[in-house]
């Protein structure tokens, strides 16, 4: 679990993982900002559109600063969109299925479902390391040649 909790962090140290980080946080202090107003509801797609909108109303900032073209700059804002959307999905299931006294059940049900899939994703390259999926291209034989 910690080589992959490492492995991680070393991608997350990139310029694209930093923006990734960047855009998330404006749209989680976006959505946390939002649930401190009464007109709206914390429901239906509202949370959505104000996680969105701080995505990308950060990304120009970003891209200026980071000097990326405009197609560069939209695997950080898709990766940080499929994001922002699991952990509202996670929130809506937890806001239906648990009361305000399990908080302590909510956490640990975010947890696990946010570890999970990493380490699905971890046993599958373990699994795989030591099998040969194109040994003729990632192994080739190695020539022979006569010296007579």
Known sequence: ?????????????YDVGFLVIVMTLASMVCLLLSTF???????????????????????????????????EILYPIGLSTLICTFILLELYHTM???????????????????????????????????MNFFPDILYPPTRRTSTS
């Not at 080589?3 to 991680?8: A, D, L, N, Y």
């Not at 640990?108 to 699994?127: G, K, Q, S």
């Open 1 to 13: 679990m910690s080589f992959v909790i490492s492995e991680m962090i070393s991608k997350l140290c």
């Open 37 to 71: 107003q009464k007109k709206f509801a914390f429901s239906g797609a509202f949370p959505f559109v104000c996680s969105l909108g701080a995505i990308c109303l950060t990304s120009p900032w970003l891209r200026y600063f980071y000097e990326l073209d405009p197609i």
């Open 96 to 130: 239906e299925t648990v009361t305000a006294d399990d908080y302590i059940l909510a956490n640990v049900n975010f947890f696990i479902d946010a570890v999970y899939p990493i380490r699905f994703i971890h046993h599958v390259c373990e699994l795989t390391d030591n």
